[in-house]
Every structure is written in structure tokens, then in C-alpha cells.
């Protein structure tokens, strides 16, 4: 599987000059890492990330045949907004935060 390049330009657009956030390919797709700890992905033209009890159960992440709690997946028309897509990111990149250095 592959990822969207579009999504993922977004992204780095969306995030500003942040040293502390990287990328890395991870499960055919490409990661936004913060000290290490997943932010938001790209797999295909979906977005992945920490996600409200909702979303997730309405949209879990599942790469392995094996749904990941806590975490969802956006896609199609619900990303095609930037307000929407910062929601996402800035929500992720909070939780992230929260999180020990890997």
C-alpha cells in the first residue's frame, strides 16, 4: 500500500517549521512522529490518528487485520477542508505530547 503525496503535502504545510515533528514510512504508508510517538499517518488517501471514542469505533485503524482501539481513519470528502485536517493533526499532535520520548 501506498500513500497519498497530496495528503502528506498537506500535512507538512499544515504543520509549520517543527523540528521536534519527523516523517517515517511505516506499514506501507508514511508517519508524523513527535519525539518519536505517532502522530497522524498517511495510508492510501486516509488519514490515521488518535481518534474520539466515535471516530474510532466508527472508523478504527486496521493495517494487520487486527483494528487498533483509539485510533481512526479519515478520509474522502471529510479531509477536504484544512480546518477539518488541523483538527486532526492538532488533536493528534496533543496527544503525542502527552507522551514519553521513544
Do not use: C
Not at 500513500?3 to 498537506?10: N, S, V
Amino acid at each position: 500500500m501506498t500513500y497519498g503525496e497530496g495528503l502528506a503535502q498537506r500535512i507538512r504545510e499544515g504543520r509549520g517549521e517543527r523540528p521536534d515533528l519527523t516523517e517515517k514510512r511505516i506499514f506501507g504508508g508514511l508517519a508524523f512522529l513527535l519525539s518519536g510517538n505517532m502522530t497522524v499517518g498517511v495510508v492510501g488517501d486516509e488519514l490515521v490518528g488518535p481518534g474520539r471514542a466515535e471516530a474510532a469505533l466508527a472508523h478504527p485503524m486496521d493495517f494487520t487485520g487486527r483494528p487498533r482501539r483509539g485510533w481512526a481513519t479519515v478520509g474522502g470528502p471529510a479531509l477536504a477542508e484544512d480546518r477539518v485536517l488541523d483538527h486532526w493533526i492538532t488533536t493528534a499532535v496533543g496527544f503525542a505530547s502527552t507522551l514519553p520520548p521513544k
